[in-house]
C-alpha cells in the first residue's frame, strides 16, 4: 500500500530509470521469476548503496544491467512503498540522455513499449504512479471562468496551439451553461491531441466522457474512493501533506500543490515556497503540479524539486503571455 506517513529506516532505497527512444517509447525489462516481485516488468534499476547518490547508483545499475552510460538524467517521481514482505523507497529519474544500446546484459527480457501500453498490471504494484508521471506532461494548464463563451474558447484554441497537453476546464456557474461549453472544449481539446479535465463535476465529467475530473481539495475531504475509474483521470486540489496523503490514500491520479509563491489572485494566502513543497511531495506517491505565482517558464526548476512540472492559469493561460510556446 501507498505510505502515508514518511519511510521508515527499514525501507530500501532503489533508483529506477525511465528511458525513451526516438518514437517516445519507453524502456522496460523483465523481472527474474525467483526475485522479489519476479515475473512482472520494471523500470531498470536496482538500490542505491550506502552513502551512494541516487544519479551515481542509476549510472552504476544501468552499466550492470543495460551496458550504457548515463549521461544526464533528472528526478521525475519518489515512490515509497509498503508490500507486506519489503519496504521500498523509488527515486525514478528520467534518463535524458544516454550512450550506447541498451540490453539485457543479466539475461533479462527487454521492451520498448508506447507509453499507452505501460499497464499497470505488468508492473510490480509501486509503479502505478511511476506510469502516471511518465505519461503526464510538464504543464498543467488551468482555464479561468468563461464571462464570455465565444472569447474563453478562442482563447482554448490559442492555448492548444501553443502546444498545451493537459488543460482543466474551470468554470464555475450554472451547469446548464457549463455542459454546451465543455462539449465544445472537449472536440477542440480532443482535434488538438490534448487532454481535459472538468473541475469538481465528475457527473458532468462522465457524461462527457471527458478525460477526467478535477477535485477541488473540499471534495477530496468529502469522498472515499475515486469518482471516475480509470483510464479516466482523477486529480485533485491539495495544499498540505494530510490532503497530498489522502489523494494518493485514494488512488487520486495526480495532485496540484500549492500556492508556491505569493499571487495577484490571493495576495492573502500563505506562500509553501520551494523547501515545504520539496519536503511534502517527497513523501507523496503520486505525481505533484506545482502551482501558484508561476509560469511555464519554471517548470525545470519544480521539477528539480520534485514536481511533475508547473499549473497555473495566469501566465499559461490564452495567446498573450509573452512565451509563444508551452514546454512539454
Ligand atoms: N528496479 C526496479 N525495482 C522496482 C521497481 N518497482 C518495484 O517495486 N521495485 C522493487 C523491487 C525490489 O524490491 C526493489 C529493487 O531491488 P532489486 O533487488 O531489484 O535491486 P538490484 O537490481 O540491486 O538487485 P540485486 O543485485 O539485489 O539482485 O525495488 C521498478 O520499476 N524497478
Ligand atoms: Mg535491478
Known sequence: MPLDTPPSKGAVSVAAGVLRDRQGRVLVTRRADHRHQGGLWEFPGGKIEPGESVEAALARELAEELGIRVQASRPLIRVPYRYPDKQVCLEVHEVTQFEGEPQGLEGQPLRWLPTAALEAGLFPAANRPIITAVRLPGVYVISPDADDPQ???????????RGAR?????????????????????????????????????????????????????????????????????????????????????GIDFAVLGPVAATASHPDADPLGWERFAAWTADAPLPVYALGGLSPADRDTARAQGAQGVAGIRAFWGPDTGDAHLPR
Open 151 to 161: 472569447r474563453w474558447l478562442a482563447a482554448l484554441e490559442a492555448t492548444l496551439a
Open 166 to 250: 493537459l488543460l482543466q476546464m474551470r468554470v464555475r456557474g450554472a451547469p446548464g451553461e457549463r455542459r454546451p461549453l465543455a462539449e465544445q472544449a472537449l472536440d477542440r481539446t480532443r482535434a488538438a491531441g490534448a487532454k481535459l479535465l472538468i473541475n469538481g463535476d465528475p457527473p458532468l465529467a462522465a457524461a462527457l466522457g471527458a478525460d477526467g475530473v478535477h477535485l477541488t481539495a473540499r471534495q477530496l475531504a468529502e469522498c472515499d474512493s475515486r469518482p471516475l475509474p480509470t483510464p479516466h483521470l482523477v486529480a485533485a486540489s491539495c495544499h498540505d501533506p494530510a490532503e497530498l496523503a489522502r489523494a494518493a490514500r485514494l
